[in-house]
């Protein structure tokens, strides 16, 4: 016979930065399953830039050339590194924030911009949408849909995550 806890995840009560991965994760899940569709584009450009570092790393390194002999090469690599490590800080501090998730656009509506932030100790779940410039928050207690003993009901979160998406993201 199953038992009521049977298929739920078990989070550590006072581990918030698992219990926002968790939540996250069940955003985005939910989000996708709703017809959006991820967009991972910023994903790849950070995935070719620090491919680009590391070729940049080895060619400085392991350069046929000895050190004086070297110096031009080293001077590129290194700058081009401190560039591409920079514009990825910048497209980190600017752009991603604290986002869990961007979608392409749906519906001739623009793509959403997803964030979420629950604060060390703290007890409030805050969802944020963009889209088109407007900001719609979600804001809830994690108690509401983590039990007493860490039981995460992911179908009491996601009944509330989907009424917010239906009345602010219509």
Do not use: W
Not at 44 to 66: D, E, M, N, R, W
Not at 103 to 125: C, H, I, M, Q
Not at 133 to 146: A, L
Request: contains cysteine.
């Amino acid at each position: 016979h199953k038992t009521m806890t049977e298929g739920l995840v078990k989070v550590s009560k006072y581990d918030t930065a698992y219990i926002k991965q968790v939540l996250d994760d069940s955003v985005s899940n939910l989000i996708i399953t709703e017809g959006h569709q991820e967009d991972a584009t910023y994903l790849y450009i950070k995935l070719v830039l620090g491919f680009i570092s590391c070729i940049l790393a080895v060619t400085s390194h392991y350069y046929p050339l000895p050190f004086p002999a070297n110096k031009h090469v080293l001077i590129i690599c290194c700058s081009t590194y401190f560039v591409i490590s920079c514009f990825l800080s910048l497209l980190a501090m600017l752009k991603e924030k604290n986002a869990i998730l961007f979608t392409k656009s749906k519906n001739n509506k623009g793509g959403l911009r997803v964030a979420s932030t629950l604060p060390r100790f703290e007890d409030t779940y805050t969802l944020t949408i963009v889209r088109d410039g407007t900001e719609h928050k979600f804001e809830d207690k994690i108690n509401h849909f983590i039990d007493e003993e860490g039981f995460f009901h992911e179908d009491i979160f996601a009944k509330k995550i989907k009424a917010f998406l239906a009345k602010d993201l219509k």
